[in-house]
């Protein structure tokens, strides 16, 4: 009941996709999450709203739009080919920039959390022995906050890992190329045998338990002392 070379590569790719969904969406997940929890301004409602559209908003209407501002016949993706050389529609990275769409409310949800339940005083003490405000967001508020980044983190992976919809319409599903493991499980399903399809499921349903377990776990090993 081994998996086939073309399964392995849509299991390797989904998990290099997840990877890189979530290193593009962490330094912006803490700068927001920072933001949201410890700022009032006019207009924060509006951050807000953004920020959780995708969890509201229907998948593929999430991929149309990213398709509509990065596709090879808009301004700006025939700027990025013309004049970076880079072309993100249907190639992998396009299939990292949709999970990553799609994980970073459940990132900055968390992180947001874990910053509200770091005591202020401790950073104003910080401040008062000489620190920078960067040094004792960096040196206090960072770490005391880790069980919260860490959660979010692994949390937006597994979402990464089971993205489809903005996937399929902003990347395409192309064997070898942009084809992840939700697609290689639609893709089985739509052939006469659909033999592949049970044994990616169980595949499916191990990562995102170990995804799940693994942030539960390094939850409560980050909050503890």
Do not use: C
């Not at 920078?132 to 692994?154: E, H, M, N, Q």
């Amino acid at each position: 009941m081994g998996l086939t070379n073309t399964e392995w590569t849509a299991v390797v790719l989904s998990i290099r996709v997840a990877l890189v969904a979530v290193l593009i969406s962490l330094p912006f997940g803490i700068a927001v999450g920072w933001l949201l929890a410890r700022r009032e301004f006019r207009g924060k409602w509006a951050i807000e709203t953004l920020v959780n559209l995708t969890l509201v908003l229907p998948p593929v209407v999430t991929g149309y739009l990213l398709l509509r501002m990065f596709g090879r016949r808009t301004w700006f993706g025939m700027w990025l080919q013309d004049t970076l050389g880079i072309e993100l529609a249907f190639t992998w990275w396009a299939a990292a920039i949709a999970s990553a769409a799609l994980g970073f409310p459940l990132m900055v949800r968390a992180i947001r959390l874990a910053f509200r339940g770091v005591d202020t005083r401790l950073e104003d003490a910080a401040r008062s022995l000489g620190s920078s405000p960067f040094d004792s967001f960096w040196r206090v508020s960072l770490p005391l906050a880790r069980g919260g980044i860490i959660s979010g983190t692994v949390l937006a992976f597994a979402r990464s890992l089971g993205e489809f919809g903005a996937t399929i319409t902003f990347a395409g599903n192309i064997p070898g190329a942009t084809q992840t493991l939700p697609l290689a499980v639609f893709s089985e399903m739509n052939r006469a045998d659909g033999d592949g399809t049970f044994r990616l499921a169980i595949v499916a349903v191990v990562l995102a338990g170990v995804a799940l377990a693994t942030s539960e776990w390094l939850e409560r090993r980050g909050a503890g002392p």
